[in-house]
């Protein structure tokens, strides 16, 4: 199965659809392949946090597709623990040290033009011979004769990615674990945050989670949890009104 047709980390292919779109997709696209009526699949993102932009983020999602039961139950994961650093080198040039502090080769590098051209992208390299190939046949078409090198972030390609992976997989185990208390399927937790919590000073809601709400993928059943005492206030050095 070609998954790259759903979208590439290189963004020589555009994902169009949302994460969770794109992982029932790929789910989907084993499920027709193996005649069965569960499937699995995961996406990642991976970008600056929004939160704190000068940081880079791995948001992964794990999805359950089971038409047997007519449920899709998933789970997210996020992490600052990604390798995603890049360089440049010319023809000739090896950089050891990015090499080095990515984990290479255990994980594997895509070397591209650094500037002008798109193509080509070698992708999966592991071994200092494919890298130096690479290295010169995209310098010499990058207008400025530099060659970008940066860590391959596919899922078999990159062991910090595996690890934020392992994690959202146990996170979906637990969620398969637990139980509507409606109507007893599989994959009850939360769905949805509501946010807004008062301001000390003037009430101004600040943009803080007050409660979780709980859900099921088999029924409309619902449960709501605060998140935050009952009366409590938000920080006013946080109020977009007292603190703009």
Known sequence: MDTDALGTFTGDIPRLGS???????KARLGMR??????GIASEGSIGPDP?????TADRELIVLVDDAAGIVVWETHSSWDIVNATTTARPGEAPRRFLAQAGFPAQQVIVRPNQ????PIHKGITTLARLTA???ECAAVSTDGRARVEPDLRAHACPSRQTIIAATAARLGRRLAARCPACAAPGWGRVDVLIGVPCAWC????????AEVDG???CAHRAT??????GAHADPGQCPACNP
């Open 19 to 25: 994460p969770l779109d794109t992982a029932i997709a």
């Open 33 to 38: 392949a193996a005649d069965q009526a569960l």
């Open 51 to 55: 939160a704190m932009p000068f940081a």
């Open 116 to 119: 002008g051209a798109v193509h």
């Open 134 to 136: 690479a290295v010169a």
């Open 203 to 210: 009430g101004t809601e600040v943009a803080r989670p007050r």
């Open 216 to 218: 099921c993928p088999a």
């Open 225 to 230: 949890r605060p998140v935050v005492p009952s």
